[in-house]
């Protein structure tokens, strides 16, 4: 009797069960659908060149949401009646919701991805390609923008800006003092450091290997070679970066920290509150710093003593287009329009973005201030970090290196040390 | 004796139900029931027959074919005129998922035709002893009178299949492929690859060595944590619950604070309080002449640090339960100890400690196995730093909750953390196990 009972209760629950899951077996046709679908539309855009949006076309855009993206959307809006979603979806965190999201359905048709996250998007093939509009991209951006949203010869990327970091300096406290070269620096530093009291002349985030590599390419080093495109080439323990690690290495006396301790949080309270002169920082932070209540300029980062001029990594975020979207002509169109020169521009005057496009450092609209014009200037002195998935192993093995370097290790042993490291994984890829 | 004389009673012919009952609903589930003359629950098993073999047919073969061979054709893209398409080929994960759910379902299924075939012998069974099978309606009302709970527990035991067992049987199988960020479908499809990624992780020495160093961490990480928390809580119930103490209560509550405070955010604030050059606990040990700790800074010091923010961080909790344990020991037996001249700290440790240790010790192992998971305090306190050039990505306070979310979220290295997982899993459901088994020991000894 109770046997049957228990059966019975068994069958309610199947029921439920079944209730709750019988579309899942059957999924996989529905996939294949998509691809009849997508093979559809491979014929119309064969009889066709010109790029028109799919009839019923809406967007979902990720972005970091700031008043440009609204203002960009509302404009497409009422340019081609499209609606665009704008989703609050940070940069770096967009290409792994997007491996989730975009089979489910609910990904984004535009997004974006600053360039060190393109090796893995493309590897998953979440990104098409830029086609339609690729003459058009490199011909209004900058080369070194445009390689950052290319991999293996392919663009995908609709470049909105690029960033770098060079020294914010805080002209009440440095007035007049002359800082052309590193040993400047040093000099004014070691004259204006007051340790008991927490007062810096110079001060950078060392435990984030993104800056440190300014002082390893003063000399000639460099992380992959090729203009950053070979991971086989590796130049992190080459001449040049031994020399620069020396370097490196002597700045403890003006920064007398552990890397570790000289966080973002410490160093932007100091020098929010006028206890830190030369600030190295990111462009990001033009917004903020701009409105401090004393005055700011940006300088390149100066010559290493006796050498050149380092070169500073620098980064690029632009907008892609999901290969999951429904609408990708749609996409592609939105992708041109919000990072074409007009909106570069506008997004320079509301955001303070230093434009991926060409040659308008000196447009009359675009802002004007010391903040701006100085990261102008650096600009010509950086080079793009790697959009390869290998550059995970420099984060991996450089991190430790640069901190032991400046707790005073060997500097030769521990990037060759390291260099082995990299170069073993990436072999054993 | 019994049987055999009820057995006489029925003619030969009669007992051929059970057997022909049996039989048909092996042949189709549901028609034993039919023949039993339990109609509408013979017709609700048939339809579940009908279903089992629709998917047997139309599903099972795909389903096989995925879980096998993880997808054929792969995804890439197509150029056509000035345009690439992406032509969409086989996703190894849903495919993964899709045949997992499919077996599952035909399991149950399974199970459903043997119990129904073991339904209709049992109620041939019946009928043969000359007793009216349950109409449909009263195998209702008795199943809503009696077996309502079994009904309602089906639910959350659905829940339990499909949410937790299946994503675990999921993150079993991706340990044995070789899914990773280089392998990310749709772009590519994923491949089995059987013990690679353990072999990998135990014998490869760069990896087998962050493996051992993390777990053997990870207990020390755990043991102190949990012997300091607790022992901390200890003297404070001790100190508060006093005889002679004033403001009990208030001493209480500001022991408590700490706990109160939601965990991130202390844990923020202490990781700049432990700052070696800003922090306010190395400016005043500056301000005492004593020379500044590298709290965070030194491998060792980090270790520590985190073991003493945890300490600060649980330790109420402790006292809280030790309190309320404490009250519930006899007074008379400190009285007969005053009357022996039993000194204080006698009394402690023969009558207070073992009091406490006897309703406490399942706790502890819990707080045990929970701080072996503790992601929250290393991720937001130290965040596995300092680094170390020796480790795969892991630096020198990682603990293996964290070291495996650094290799999932971050790396994508899914079939490393996978692995990782599966010997937290063991190690978790080891002690489980054996505290579920204590648990019962002590009713057993309390009941003797």
């Known amino acids: ?429 | 004796m019994q049987q055999l004389a009820v057995e006489r009673e029925y003619p030969e012919h009669s007992r051929k139900f059970r057997k022909k009952a049996a039989l048909l609903s092996a042949l189709a589930m549901g028609l034993g029931q039919i023949y039993n003359k339990q109609y509408t629950k013979g017709i609700l098993l048939l339809a579940f027959y009908a279903y089992g073999i629709f998917t047997a047919i139309t599903s099972l073969p795909h389903a096989l074919w995925a879980l096998a061979t993880l997808g054929e054709t792969e995804t890439h893209l197509k150029k056509v005129g000035r345009l690439y398409k992406q032509v969409m080929g086989d996703h190894s994960i849903f495919l993964m998922i899709e045949g997992l759910i499919t077996v599952f379902i035909m399991l149950v299924l399974i199970w459903m035709y043997i119990a129904s075939i073991k339904d209709a012998y049992r109620t041939g069974k019946l009928r043969e002893e000359g007793i009216q099978p349950n109409t449909f309606k009263q195998t209702l009302s008795f199943v809503a009178a009696y077996r309502f709970p079994h009904i309602v527990l089906a639910i959350p035991l659905l829940g339990v299949v499909f949410f937790t067992v299946m994503p675990i049987i999921f993150m079993i199988l991706v340990a044995f492929t070789d899914f990773t960020r280089d392998t990310m479908p749709p772009a590519h499809l994923i491949n089995w690859e059987g013990l690679q990624a353990f072999k990998e992780l135990l014998r490869n020495s760069s990896w087998s060595h962050t493996f051992y160093s993390v777990t053997i961490w990870t207990f020390v990480w755990a043991f102190f944590a949990t012997v300091t928390g607790y022992f901390g809580g200890f003297a404070a119930a001790l100190l508060v619950q006093q005889k002679g103490i004033r403001f009990r209560a208030f001493w209480r509550t500001a022991f408590i604070l700490p706990f109160a405070i939601p965990m991130f955010v202390s844990t923020l604030i202490l990781r700049n309080i432990f700052n070696g050059q800003f922090g306010p606990v190395n400016q005043y040990l500056g301000m005492l002449g004593i020379s500044k700790a590298p709290w965070l800074s030194d491998p060792l010091w980090a270790k520590i640090t985190l073991i003493l923010a945890n300490f600060w961080l649980t330790f109420p909790v402790s006292m809280l339960m030790i309190i309320g344990i404490l009250s519930t020991i006899p007074k008379d037996m400190y009285e007969a100890a005053d009357i022996d001249g039993a000194s204080g700290f006698q009394k402690t440790r023969l009558i207070t400690f073992p009091m406490v240790m006897f309703s406490m010790a399942p706790l502890i192992i819990m707080q045990f196995v929970g701080n072996i998971n503790n992601f929250n305090i290393v991720y937001l306190l130290t965040n596995g730093k300092p680094l170390n050039g020796d480790f795969q990505f892991a630096g020198h306070t990682d603990i293996l909750i964290t070291w495996l979310f650094k290799l999932s979220m971050e790396q994508g290295k899914y079939n490393y953390a996978s692995v990782i997982g599966i010997f937290i899993f063991i190690v978790l459901s080891a002690f489980a196990i054996w505290n579920v088994r204590r648990t019962k020991a002590f009713k057993e000894e309390e009941a003797s």
């Open chain 1, 1 to 429: 009797m109770a046997k049957k009972l228990g059966l019975l209760a068994l069958c309610m629950m199947l029921m439920f069960a079944l209730a709750a899951c019988g579309g899942k077996p059957g999924s996989g046709n529905a996939e294949t659908g998509n691809a009849a679908a997508n093979a559809g539309g491979e014929a119309t855009a064969e009889a066709t060149e010109e790029l028109t949006p799919e009839p019923g076309a809406q967007l979902t855009f990720w972005t970091i949401k700031d008043d440009f993206t609204n203002y960009a959307a509302a404009e497409f809006e009422k340019k081609y009646g499209i609606k665009v979603t704008v989703e609050d979806v940070a940069y770096w965190d967009s290409v792994a919701r997007l491996t989730t999201d975009g089979p489910a359905g609910t990904g984004a048709d535009v997004l974006g991805i600053n360039n060190d996250g393109l090796g893995g998007a493309v590897k998953a093939g979440v990104v098409l390609p830029n086609d339609y509009f690729e003459e058009e991209t490199k011909s209004i951006n900058r080369k070194m923008a445009v390689d950052a949203s290319t991999i293996d010869g392919i663009l995908y990327g609709y470049p909105r800006n690029v960033y770098t970091y060079s020294l914010y300096v805080n002209k009440d406290l440095v007035k007049d003092t002359k800082l052309d070269t590193w040993d400047d620096i040093i000099a004014f530093s070691k004259k204006y450091n007051d340790v008991k009291n927490n007062k810096y002349g110079f001060m950078f985030e060392g435990s984030n290997a993104f800056y440190d590599v300014a002082f390893m390419t003063g000399y000639g080093g460099y992380v992959f070679g090729s203009g950053e495109t070979d991971p086989h080439d590796i130049g992190v323990n080459n001449e040049g970066s031994v020399q620069g690690m020396k370097f490196f290495q002597t700045l403890r006396e003006i920064m007398p920290l552990k890397l570790s301790d000289a966080t973002r949080d410490v160093k932007t309270g100091l020098w929010e509150s006028g206890k830190l002169a030369i600030n190295m920082d990111g462009s990001w932070n033009i917004g903020n710093y701009g409105k401090l209540p004393f005055k700011v300029e940006v300088i390149p980062l100066p010559a290493m003593p006796g050498g050149k001029e380092p070169i500073v990594l620098a980064g690029n975020t632009s907008y892609y287009v999901s290969s999951y979207s429904k609408y990708p002509n749609a996409a592609k169109i939105f992708a041109s329009f919000i990072t074409s020169k007009e909106m570069q521009i506008k997004d320079n005057q509301m955001t303070g973005i230093i434009p991926a496009a060409e040659g308008i450092d000196n447009d009359p609209s675009i802002r004007k201030d010391a903040i701006m014009q100085g990261f102008f200037k650096q600009m010509k002195n950086s080079q793009m970090m790697s959009n390869r998935t290998e550059m995970e192993y420099f984060w991996n093995y450089m991190g430790p290196a640069f901190d032991d370097i400046w707790n005073g290790a060997d500097v030769k042993a521990t990037l060759d040390k390291a260099a082995e490291g990299m170069k073993s994984s990436i072999e054993a890829k």
